[in-house]
């Protein structure tokens, strides 16, 4: 069995095979920080995902599947209905052990979509030519990520998990200092010191991925201009290509090839 379903009970570490995959259709979904004992490739067919890794958040649309050693703690975060594929390996020498963001192109997107729908008893050798074109295709895409790294002081420990868990637009300074009961210059010098980048910067950089996010999910793009408090739909586009260097629709028909 390969396909599950959103409450079936799974655990890849009390599987015997040294490659087995699951296909599910998750709508909103909260996994919890957890590790595997495995290697894990992590990947949404259609909708967006996000992972929360130490201190950052990476952002996985269609294009993009996560390489996750074994080991390594990680949260996945679903707001929308996504098809989500995971791939599990037993750790051995030739695999990356490195926390990598890789492109999918299509010949991947394929080789992954029939490895996640493997019987989890495959023999084997009838396992080992696809296993090694999809090493093949691993070692050789490039590897890109649309990121946010996460302040780590605990007075913002109840905001950032509205942001993250929720979608929680993230507020103004001056506001989001009221909150926390610091001033502007202390949320200020908090952001530089835990992600380089000033708060301002870190907000943009949240609009644009959670953009990217609702892109993904077929929002229009008049509503995700309103819900990320854009003035106008011109406004959000021209944010959009300024750090994409491609207007909406041509990023979403990139992202679909």
Sequence with gaps: MAFILPDHPFDPDQLTGDVSGIASDLGWHDSGLHRHGRHQLLFAQAGCMSIELAHRICLLPPSRAA???AGTPHRVLMRGVVAYRSLYF???AELPTE?????????L????ERMAFWPWDKPKQEQSRLLALFMEELAEVPQESWQLPLPADPRLDNWLQEVTRDGALPARLNRLAER???SDKTIGRIFMRDTGMSYQAWRQQWRLLRAMELLAEAVPISRVAAQLEFSSDSAFIGFFKQHTGQTPLRYLGARGK
Excluded: S
């Design 99 to 107: 926390v990598q963001v890789i492109a999918v192109n299509p010949l």
């Design 90 to 92: 037993k750790p051995r």
């Design 67 to 69: 390489w996750l050693p």
């Design 109 to 112: 997107r394929e080789v992954i």
């Design 180 to 182: 926390v009961g610091a």
